[in-house]
């Protein structure tokens, strides 16, 4: 277990912060899964949310905006938390010691 938390992770830090902040953003912007599985309309997802705001013939072109901008300020608080360790992985990919 030491080598594990001494050793190995350090390691891979970087490429754990780049898959986590992919993975999060991939299942945050999912529609296609919640529109399966949520049934109860007060369960809706953020994305699910948007896609509700377009009508058929007209759209609140401000109203989808306003809330188009909500739903990217928590990829940007996870970007923001993770950022040194997503430059860190991108700068030193492909480079050997």
Do not use: Y
């Not at 490429?15 to 999060?24: Q, W």
């Not at 993770?82 to 992985?89: A, E, H, S, T």
């Amino acid at each position: 277990m030491a080598i594990l938390h001494l050793i190995l992770l350090p390691l891979v830090r970087q490429s754990l912060a780049t898959l986590s902040f992919i993975t999060f953003v991939t299942e945050w912007n999912d529609l296609f899964k919640p529109l399966i599985f949520i049934t109860r309309p007060e369960l809706r997802t953020a994305q699910l949310a948007l896609a509700s705001l377009q009508e058929q013939f007209t759209n609140d072109w401000s109203l989808m905006m306003a809330a188009a901008t909500l739903v990217t300020i928590p990829i940007l608080g996870v970007f923001i938390l993770i950022q040194r360790q997503l430059l860190r992985c991108t700068s030193t990919t492909g480079l050997k010691d």
